[in-house]
């Protein structure tokens, strides 16, 4: 039958020109004229109205054949053209990958409230809360009642700044708030940090600051020994420096505690070998401590025959230049751009 | 305090214990032993100390005791002289200059021999010509003709002080071709004295503390004196007027004295303990005061007889009156004060006690008989004197840390002993005494159980008692309780029970060692567990800020009024109400606590100008403002924000150049009160000084007034050294924030139908604000219109003038279902009408 023959013709001359079709536009155009209305597949198909019954199933099938395999054959180049054209056009696609990105402003909090958040996580974990005082201070509060009475040798620790008011001070200390806490929480145990920026009248030096932060710590309760404050400074060490360093406690001397001590952690520069840091002697002084004197429990509202408790307080920036190797406190309050955005 | 190694062997056998040990244990036990100059004796190896090192090793082989011979003129040089110097192996002909071997010049062979310190060639000392100490090694040189390869050493030369004017001489008996650092090698502890163990601020006292941290006997000095003189009593009398600022008075007395310098080893030991020699009778005063710790004053006896018109003499210690004028030693007036005590005669005051003596009755070169004073005073009245007397002397240094009445009369006894060794004469049968106020050494109860609850250690009482013991504290044991009588050296006990107890306590821990206390976790039960809510809202805060790129800053609480009035225009009188002010100012600049975190965020703007195109900062903090219940003030928490210069960060690519305005800093403002869930604020025009007053904003919570937003005002831009970008500022009250804050907020549930997202413009007058047309859309708009957000503001000639467009982006949104066409349509219709009638809007077509 001359149809089929037709439709092997229609079949071939297809296959033929799809493969010389070499991108998208030519595909299409070639769909409209193997595939589209007037195509001679479409007019084979149309002609098949004028055949016999009996020939009719024989060249539909075929048609529908032909049909399929130029379909497929289309379907197939069309993904081959696709793939070449995304191929060619990332190879000719390239960024300088090491020119800098496009900076969000990054935002950031002050490098010492960076470090007093940590002082805080640390401490909660061990149940201590934060607790703060006021820094204009009664001399009572920030001297008589942390057992420092009027001429006593002990005042001249500190050097302070009196305000044109009778009695009222900056706070040499965070001490103050101890008996702020005491007197609020008494007779419950009491377990809190007292952080607060402390004055103190001293030529403003690489060393020395007038203003700066201290934080207080306090625990008061029935059982409380001079073993639970160096285990605990020591815990609080660890997690602060590094899980293995080692600590050791000096006698000193602080009017409110007794006994007192200072903390030193090994050196986490030298690691304890010695070093400019830690000034050759492995050591670095962290903080203060000691049991609370039995005149500031007093003081605070409590028995010292019934209750006992320890105390301590070291200062964030030193804290902050120990770990950070920052050799002038003066950067902190001078909030200069390029010290700030290092941290 | 500077403490010589070799003083402190009078008291403890130091044999076995290197400096090194030494000083670490004595600062575990809290004298800390801050520097080490060592003075012969070889340095600790190694660079790793717990203290601070100085000074030099005498090299053993090099640095020899030897004995001069025989001392030559040199041919060439009349101030020079050749020694012929034997150090024990030979002889050496030695050049030098000093003066003190001229009178030996050309005397012939020395019997005995002058015994030296000889250096010989390639040894390092210090330069002593040169200023400070200066290390230099000695080399062949030839001196006007002579060879020279060694020397005999001054003091200075080996360290020992800074005395050059002579060669340093030994006594007959040094050893000759002895090693020096073997004969007299040393080292000098620097150690820092708490007031805690004021009385360790002595020799005997750090040997004390050396005997019971390490085990050893403690030789007691002798206090006996040989008096071969008639009786004291009947030659001087003492008067005590107030006992209660004067306890004791001793005095003792010692005639026919020759006053010359102290013997050398004396003369060396007061200057490694960095006390200037004067001459025997003064060095004995200092000498016990260092060796002992008690400070002595020597009269001129017959200086006091005189004054008394050749009668006995009678000291008499009395208060000042008020404004009386006294001339002290150093030759300053000083008007005193009516709690200040004196120490006069029947003819007048001469001293202030237990501070400084007066010139009148002083030891002079032809003082042949001495009243040697030893007293004892209240030290918180010297405390109170040296106050406003602005004085300090070694003495008062001692007394106004508390020093034992019994030490007065061991003073004065070691100290006559002492002025008869080293000046000669007899001294006077006994003391005249005044004790009209003896102290009492408190005795102190403690249990083991005291121990275990304080420092967390099991100790049985016979240990408790042996530590106390060991720092001479008198102890018995009753079963369980230990008592402890304190020593009559110390006054640092508590006589109330429970405060000597703790008292005690320190000392156990500190000679049991803090180092075997163990270290244990709190066993306690955790107190109630409370939030500190204002400082997590503070916290949620810098979150907040820091998160939307802005640096926080912390400032200076100290300023001046008018560093604080450059916040404001010129003109603008700043609120009257008072600074807290300092009477002390380190600083002129900085003398008031601020009132305004403006001010001092103005100061870190300025600060940073130049080195970054956009600055964005915050800080929280406090003012403080006068308060009406006392004089503390108000301290209150505020909030600032600044930010300015350019929108976008600089790039190599894209970035507008635009400068950030009012409406950056709202989005900020507005991205905080979000994220506190704050969102029924409104912005109202205010008139805030420091602001422009068109660009302004105050913001409410309710009625209440949270902060203020603004553009810096001109004026007070130009007052600061800033960029020409406006600075835009918001200022907050902190704890006005925390309270219009939701403590909690609910979530909207997420939409499970389709919304409807319709834009709508309007043309309104320019007068009608932004937020009013916002508020009514949402108020007409009511549960279904699920949001609405100004996308465009337009102003053009074909609205006219005073005319803008406001565009719209609104969404429909019901809960439950698929809004319709007709409904949306309805609600838009409600919407338009209601701008129309209440605004006059005309919807955009």
């Known amino acids: 039958m001359d149809i089929l023959k037709e439709l092997d013709v229609i079949e071939k001359d297809g296959l033929a020109a799809l493969a010389a079709a070499e991108d998208e536009d030519a595909l299409a155009a070639w769909r409209t004229a193997h595939l589209g209305r007037k195509s001679g597949l479409m007019a084979a198909f149309d002609g098949m109205k004028d055949l016999s019954k009996e020939e009719r199933p024989q060249v539909g099938r075929r048609a529908n054949e032909v049909k399929q395999a130029l379909e497929g054959a289309l379907e197939k180049k069309l993904v081959a053209v696709r793939q070449a054209t995304l191929e060619a056009s990332l190879a000719g696609e390239h960024l300088d990958v090491s020119l800098p990105g496009r900076a969000l402003p990054l935002g950031r909090l002050h490098p010492v409230n960076q470090t007093l958040r940590r002082i805080y996580a640390i401490f909660a974990e061990m149940g201590f809360q934060v607790y703060r005082s006021r820094e204009v201070e009664s001399d009572d509060y920030n001297f008589t009642f942390l057992n420092i009475p009027a001429h006593h040798p002990a005042r001249d620790m500190w050097d302070t700044f009196h305000t044109d008011r009778e009695g009222v001070i900056l706070r040499t200390h965070t001490s103050p708030g101890q008996i702020h806490a005491m007197r609020e929480y008494c007779p419950e145990n009491i377990r809190v940090i007292l952080p607060g920026m402390v004055y103190r009248y001293e030529q403003v030096t690489t060393r020395s600051e007038m203003q700066f932060n201290q934080v207080e710590g306090l625990a008061v309760g029935p059982n409380i020994t001079f073993g639970d404050l160096k285990g605990t400074l020591t815990d609080f060490a660890r997690r602060l420096f590094n899980p293995d360093v080692r600590t050791r406690f000096r006698a000193s001397h602080f009017p409110f ?28 002084e962290i903080l203060g401590s000691g049991m609370v004197h039995p005149t500031v429990l007093r003081y605070g509202g409590y028995d010292p025959e019934k209750v006992s408790g320890f105390a301590f307080g070291m200062g964030p920036e030193r804290i902050t230049m120990l770990l950070h190797r920052i050799t002038d406190i003066r950067h902190f309050w001078r909030n200069d751009v390029r010290f700030l955005e290092q941290f | 305090m500077k403490v010589p190694v070799s003083w402190l062997k009078d008291y403890v056998d130091l044999d076995g214990i290197s400096i090194e040990e030494l000083a670490h244990r004595l600062t575990m036990a809290g004298l800390e032993s801050e520097e080490i ?68 010049k050309g005397q012939g062979p020395l019997d005995p021999p002058l015994k030296v310190a000889y250096a010989k060639e390639g040894t390092t000392l210090y330069d002593g010509h040169a200023e400070g100490w200066q290390l230099m090694t000695l080399k062949k040189a030839v001196i006007r003709g002579v060879e020279s390869y060694s020397m005999v050493c001054s003091e200075k030369e080996l360290g020992i002080s800074e005395e050059h004017e002579g060669i340093m001489l030994l006594p007959e008996d040094a050893p000759t071709g002895m090693p020096l650092a073997d004969y007299m090698g040393d080292a000098v502890l620097d150690i820092a004295i708490t ?46 007027e107030n006992p209660e600022l004067n306890p004791r008075f001793v005095g003792g007395l010692i005639r026919d004295i020759e006053i010359r310098p102290s013997p050398d080893w004396v003369q060396r030991r007061l200057r490694l303990a960095g006390q200037r020699p004067i001459n025997n009778i003064v060095d004995v005063t200092n000498y016990v005061m260092l ?29 000042a ?33 237990g ?47 508390g020093v034992h009445p019994a030490m007065a009369s061991r003073g004065v006894g070691r100290g006559l002993e002492l002025m008869r060794q080293w000046a000669g004469g007899t001294i006077c049968k006994g003391l005249v005494d005044e004790y009209p106020l003896p102290y009492e050494d408190p005795t102190t109860e403690l249990t083991p159980e005291d121990v275990r609850r304080w420092l967390g250690i099991d100790l049985k009482p016979k240990d408790i008692a042996a530590i106390l013991a060991r720092l001479d504290f008198k102890t018995s044991i009753k079963g369980k309780v230990i008592s402890a009588t304190a020593p009559d050296h110390r006054v640092d006990i508590s006589d109330d029970p429970v405060i000597g107890k703790a008292d005690l306590l320190e000392e156990i821990a500190r000679i049991y060692g ?108 406090f003012v403080y403002h006068d308060s009406e219940a006392g004089p503390l003030p108000d301290e209150k928490p505020r909030l600032v924000i600044a930010i300015t210069g350019r929108r976008d960060l600089p790039a190599w690519q894209g970035g507008a150049e635009e400068n950030l305005d009012y409406y950056d800093l709202k989005g900020i403002v507005e991205g905080l009160l979000g994220g506190l869930h704050l969102n029924a604020v409104r912005y109202e025009p205010s008139q805030h000084p420091s602001f422009h007053p068109g660009k302004q904003a105050r913001l409410l919570a309710g009625e209440r007034q949270i902060g203020t937003i603004g553009e810096l005002h001109p004026a007070v831009h130009g007052q600061h050294d800033l960029g020409p970008a406006p600075v835009l500022a918001a200022t907050f009250a902190l704890d006005a924030l925390m309270e219009a804050a939701p403590p909690r907020h609910e979530v909207q549930e997420v939409p499970a139908f389709p919304p409807v997202l319709e834009d709508l413009a309007f043309i309104l007058d320019e007068t009608i604000p932004a937020g009013q047309v916002q508020a009514l859309i949402e108020q ?66």
């Not at chain 2, 009385?199 to 071969?228: C, H, K, M, W």
């Not at chain 2, 008690?294 to 004054?307: C, G, I, M």
Request: hydrophobic share 35%; proline share 6%.
């Open chain 2, 195 to 240: 007031p805690n163990i004021a009385r360790n601020a002595n020799i005997l006292g750090v040997a004390r503390e050396i005997a019971a941290l390490f085990g050893r006997e403690l030789q007691q000095p002798s206090y006996d004196f040989t008096a071969e003189g008639a009786p004291v009593a009947g030659q001087f009398g003492i008067k005590i």
């Open chain 1, 257 to 284: 505690t007794e006994p007192s001590a200072e903390m030193d952690v090994e050196c986490f520069v030298c690691m304890g070998d010695g070093c400019s840091v830690c000034k050759g002697t492995g050591w670095l």
């Open chain 2, 514 to 621: 803090y180092d075997n206390i163990p270290e244990t976790r709190l066993a306690d039960v955790l107190p109630p567990q409370r939030n500190n809510a204002a400082l997590e809202f503070e916290e949620r805060v810098r979150d907040l800020l820091a998160r939307q790129g802005l640096q926080e800053i912390v400032t200076y609480r100290l300023t001046s009024p008018e560093r604080e009035a450059k916040r404001l225009p010129p003109g603008v009188a700043p609120d009257p109400k008072p600074y807290i002010t300092l009477k002390n100012p380190i600083t002129p600049d900085r003398f008031a606590m601020r009132k305004s975190m403006l001010a001092s965020m103005l100061e870190i703007l300025e600060r940073n100008a130049r080195l970054r195109e956009r600055l964005a900062f915050f800080e929280i903090g």
């Open chain 2, 37 to 104: 100059t060592f003075v012969g004796l070889p340095l600790p190896p190694g660079d790793k100390h717990d203290f601070k090192v100085n000074g030099i090793a005498w090299d053993r082989e090099k640095i020899v005791v030897a004995e001069v011979l025989e001392v030559n003129p040199h041919p060439n040089a009349d101030r020079l002289t050749l020694c012929r110097l034997n150090d024990g192996e030979r002889e050496h002909t030695v050049l030098t200059g000093a003066p003190n071997l001229f009178p030996y």
């Open chain 2, 780 to 845: 007409t708009g009511g549960a279904t219109l699920a949001g609405v957000r100004l996308f465009d503001v337009y102003r053009g000639e074909q609205l006219g003038a005073g005319k803008k467009s406001l565009a719209y982006a609104l969404t429909y949104q019901a809960e439950d279902r698929t809004l319709t066409d007709d409904e949306v349509a309805k609600l838009r219709k409600k919407i338009v009408g209601r701008l129309e009638r209440e605004l006059g809007a005309t919807l955009r077509a």
């Open chain 2, 355 to 401: 501070i400084m003596g007066g010139a009148d009755t002083e030891v002079t070169d032809k003082t042949t008989n001495v009243l040697l004073e030893g007293a004892n005073w209240n030290f918180i009245n010297i405390r109170k004197t040296l106050g406003y007397l602005k004085m300090n002397s070694e003495a008062s240094y001692r007394f106004s840390r």
């Open chain 2, 321 to 353: 009156k008020k404004g009386e004028k006294l001339t002290t030693l150093d030759g300053e007036t000083h008007a005193l004060e009516d709690f200040t005590v004196l120490v006069a005669d029947t003819k007048g005051s001469h001293s202030i006690a």
């Open chain 2, 291 to 319: 060796d002992i710790g008690q400070p002595l004053h020597a009269f001129d006896y017959d200086e006091l007889v005189r004054r008394a018109g050749g009668k006995t003499p009678t000291l008499i210690t009395r208060m």
